[in-house]
């Protein structure tokens, strides 16, 4: 089974930084995008970033400049590194990928990481 797993959030002081890592394991065969969402209290899900196998970006208007998101192919995994940390980007970090699975190569499917909560505050 393919399972997503999520580490680095914390809490942190305005203008801090934190990175997040999100390691993909199990039958895989490929994997597509891989990107961050989050999620604040009240509020949807939201795409922070994605990259594509290839290293193509994109990232939201509201972290650009602050954030950077890149994948370690070899290790299956991406990263998140937030800098110049803000209050509103106080949310459950979740990291999602499309994968296609060894036992059905024919298709994908989305795969999500249990989330991790950041928290930015004085």
């Known amino acids: 089974q393919v399972q997503l797993v999520e580490s680095g959030g914390g809490s942190v002081q305005p203008g801090g930084s934190l990175r997040l890592s999100c390691a993909a394991s199990?039958?895989?065969?490929?994997?597509?995008?891989m990107g961050w969402y989050r999620q604040a209290p009240g509020k949807q899900r939201e795409l922070v970033a994605a990259i594509t196998s290839g290293g193509r970006t994109n990232y939201a208007d509201s972290v650009k400049g602050r954030f950077t998101i890149s994948r370690d192919n070899a290790k299956n995994t991406v990263y998140l590194q937030m800098n110049s940390l803000k209050p509103e980007d106080t949310a459950v970090y979740y990291c999602?990928?499309?994968?296609?699975?060894?036992?059905?190569?024919?298709?994908?499917?989305?795969?999500w990481g249990q989330g991790t909560q950041v928290t930015v505050s004085s």
């Open positions: 199990g039958s895989i065969y490929s994997i597509n995008v």
């Open positions: 999602n990928a499309d994968i296609v699975p060894v036992d059905y190569r024919i298709t994908h499917f989305s795969y």
